[in-house]
């Protein structure tokens, strides 16, 4: 009879949880450890780090954030897109074991404040498995989606599943003059912002505020997980953008392109050349960010599926 599944949890990462973890095919940037380091550090929480197993194997990691008060009457606790499966787990047996688990936990009751965003694809059976446990839809939180893009194969594959518009305006930037640069200790994390800002106030989009991308930076910088791309046009920047390294996975966290980056194509550039970095950094599959369907940002969702990406949607957000 296959045993349930365990899960050790410790306040800091252990070495066979850190070993697992880069084992990961797609382990997602809000459960890496320098992610919850920053966040417990801006909201004053604390990281705890499970380690799940069957039998006494390892089968993925989950990242949890939580907050305590009056001995712990008051109790907050977060798990956001995750856990994380090594391959070859995370079939319905072992969601439905660690819903079992995670409810052993953190059972919900009064004065406790549980959000459940789980890494688990939207599909018939995942919501049929998520309504039997009867937890509550968190409703003011919609279905978090994002677009992910392997970087599997070579260059002529990644070519091939572009977009023909894509194709032809990297062909452009091609012919412009453009050069790219790295930056992997955050230099030239000041003009990126700056420049970020001053995009958000242009357009009005929503993104992450820059007191909370400046304590992301503070964690992924020293751990050697920060990447910054800048598109030099005549020596001077025309368009940046921000990525996390987690485990074999790698996000877009924010990007800028100015108005005469706009010009010569400058973030197709970007995008494109830091395809073929990240795979040279053994990364695996890249994380585009979220995606909405506000018509603000609905230019930027086009740009990103031009690449050939892949659209994921996570179950609802629940209690």
């Known amino acids: 009879m296959t045993q349930k599944i365990d899960i050790r949890w410790s306040p800091a990462p252990s070495p066979l949880w850190l070993e697992t ?64 499966w090594l391959t070859g787990a995370g079939g319905i047996q072992d969601w439905k074991d660690f819903c079992a688990a995670w409810d052993q936990y953190a059972p919900l009751r009064p004065l406790r404040k549980r959000r459940t965003m789980l890494e688990m694809p939207d599909s018939p059976s995942a919501l049929a498995l998520l309504t039997a446990t009867k937890w509550p839809k968190i409703t003011q939180m919609p279905a978090y989606q994002t677009l992910m893009l392997s970087l599997a194969g070579d260059v002529e594959s990644w070519r091939a599943r572009l977009r023909p518009d894509f194709r032809q305006r990297l062909n ?33 989009y929503q993104g992450p505020r820059v007191e909370t991308i400046l304590g992301l930076c503070a964690a992924f910088g ?39 980056g706009r010009a010569a194509c400058a973030n197709h550039f970007l995008m494109w050349h830091a395809l073929a970095y990240l795979r040279d950094a053994e990364i695996d599959n890249l994380d585009l960010g979220g995606v909405n369907d506000e018509d603000t940002m609905a230019g930027v969702t086009a740009f990103k599926q031009a690449l050939g990406s892949r659209f994921l949607r996570l179950v609802p957000v629940y209690g």
């Not at 797609?26 to 919850?36: E, G, M, R, S």
């Not at 997980?225 to 921000?242: H, M, N, T």
Request: with cysteine.
């Open 21 to 84: 973890w880069r084992h990961l095919p797609t382990p997602t940037v809000l459960q890496d450890p320098c992610y919850a380091r920053a966040m417990a550090i801006m909201n004053r929480q604390q990281a705890r780090f499970g380690l799940i197993t069957r039998d006494g194997q390892p089968l993925g990691t989950v990242t949890i954030l939580e907050a305590r008060a009056l001995g712990g009457l008051l109790h907050a606790v977060i798990l956001d897109r995750g856990p994380c």
């Open 222 to 260: 020293p751990a050697g997980q920060l990447r910054i791309a800048r598109v030099l046009k005549d020596g001077v920047p025309v368009a940046a953008g921000l990525f996390f390294l987690h485990g074999r996975g790698a996000t877009y966290q924010i990007g800028v392109v100015l108005k005469d």
């Open 172 to 204: 452009k930037a091609d012919c412009a003059g453009l050069t790219l640069s790295w930056d992997t200790v955050g230099t030239t994390l000041p003009w990126l912002l700056q420049a970020y800002q001053a995009d958000k106030a242009e357009k009005g």
